[in-house]
């Protein structure tokens, strides 16, 4: 448990998923005058698990009004300002993306009524001199302090112009630090890789299945198996019919559920984009190999504990899974490192201690 701030605090976000349920709760336990979280539902298509309460803090599901697609994509909450006057925050903490048309109304009722507010986000993807840059730039000012995700992220708001003191590093995680201590991986002469996630085209799962295809062609001695569902799992089983016929799917599983296939397993890849179950294969001491996407993943993949691959770049997956297949004993040294940094850097406890952190931080007037 982290410390405590004794401090009303408000968090907004676009949605309210089932994976940050967990960090929520930890974080409303930290704020000891209260903590009360605004979030609406995702658009159907993005196929995300909402949670619809908090055992430990308050919850008011926010009206969302979706509008557009891609970089034409804005948010409007339209009962933004009707939470506000009833939780009345001492500070808020608001997720830092231009692109919400209502946190501007949220960032001046915060002005006017002295509440410091805290920005939450992956970066400025969209920084430079072009209009969204700029308007990037007079966002960001409107902040007294702003967390990222990940030292990408941090960089990226450093380069708009925010204050260096006032950027905070919360490496992005969904599990609790793992306990215990690491168990190496028996050497059976099969190799066990496992996918964790959402069967869809950007996931690039066709990539992983022809890869090990071909790798079984090789002669390398290896099983995958392939956790999760979606619209594309039909035309995954036919390619692995094809190309792997021994691979298992078994569709989406969640928590103790997905337990024993990632104990089972030597080693994790993510080909494509997402990352969010990178963090709990770390947890069971799995060597990765994940494609970089929003740069999170840096914080949690490393040389030490495995490779960061062009997510563009199917050769690069087929010569890494290659590598991996040739050095069972280094991927042992890897999954270790991998369950070290799982426990003691990228966990939920270590979340939250920077979000009361940065929330120290701006009641103690220093942004």
């Known amino acids: 448990m982290a410390d405590k701030v ?43 698990t909402p949670a619809d309460e908090l055992a430990h803090g308050g919850y008011m599901e926010a009206n969302n009004l979706h509008v557009g697609r891609g970089k034409a994509y804005f948010c409007v909450q339209t009962n933004i300002l009707t939470w506000l006057r009833q939780w009345q925050p001492q500070v808020l903490i608001m997720e830092a993306n231009p692109r919400y048309l209502s946190s501007y109304m949220a960032l ?31 966002f960001l000012r409107r902040f007294d302090a702003v967390i990222a995700y990940s030292q ?21 995680a969904v599990l609790a630090a793992p306990t215990g201590t690491y168990t190496a991986r028996p050497a059976d002469g099969v190799t066990q890789i ?25 002669g390398h001695a290896l099983q995958l198996t392939i956790v999760g569902d979606g619209p594309e799992r039909s035309a995954l089983e036919e390619l692995a019919a094809n190309l792997m016929p021994d691979t298992v799917f078994t569709g989406a599983l969640h928590g103790e ?37 929003d740069g999170t993943q840096s914080n949690m993949v490393r ?12 050769e690069g997956l087929l010569n890494v899974l290659r590598a ?18 799982a426990r003691d850097e990228v966990n939920i406890e270590t979340m939250v201690g920077k979000f009361i952190e940065a929330i120290h931080y701006v009641q103690d007037g220093n942004s």
């Not at 089932?18 to 609406?40: D, T, V």
């Not at 990408?152 to 992005?172: C, D, H, M, R, T």
């Open 194 to 218: 496992l996918y964790v996630g959402r069967l869809q085209v950007r996931k690039k799962v066709d990539e992983l299945i022809t890869a090990c295809g071909q790798l079984a062609k090789e």
């Open 257 to 293: 559920q997905a337990a024993p296939f990632f104990s089972q397993a030597d080693l994790f890849v993510l080909p494509g984009t997402g990352g969010l179950a990178v963090q709990e294969a770390l947890g069971y001491g799995l060597p990765v190999i994940v494609a970089e996407a």
């Open 108 to 138: 001046r009722w915060a002005k006017k009524h002295h509440v410091k507010v805290i920005g939450w986000g992956l970066g400025a993807p969209e920084s430079g001199k072009s209009l969204m840059g700029i308007l990037w730039r007079r």
């Open 152 to 172: 990408k992220g941090a960089s990226e708001y450093a380069g708009l112009g925010f204050p260096q003191a006032s950027i905070f590093v919360a490496p992005n």
């Open 303 to 314: 040389k030490e504990n495995g490779w960061l691959i062009d997510p563009n770049n199917p």
């Open 6 to 48: 004794d401090v009303r605090v408000g968090l907004q976000q676009r949605i309210f998923p089932s994976y940050r349920k967990a960090l929520f709760e930890e974080l409303a336990m930290a704020c000891g005058n209260g903590f009360c979280l605004f979030a609406g539902q995702a658009r159907v298509e993005e196929h995300i």
């Open 324 to 341: 991996a297949l040739s050095a069972p004993e280094a991927l042992n040294n890897m999954g270790k490192e991998s369950f070290r940094i």
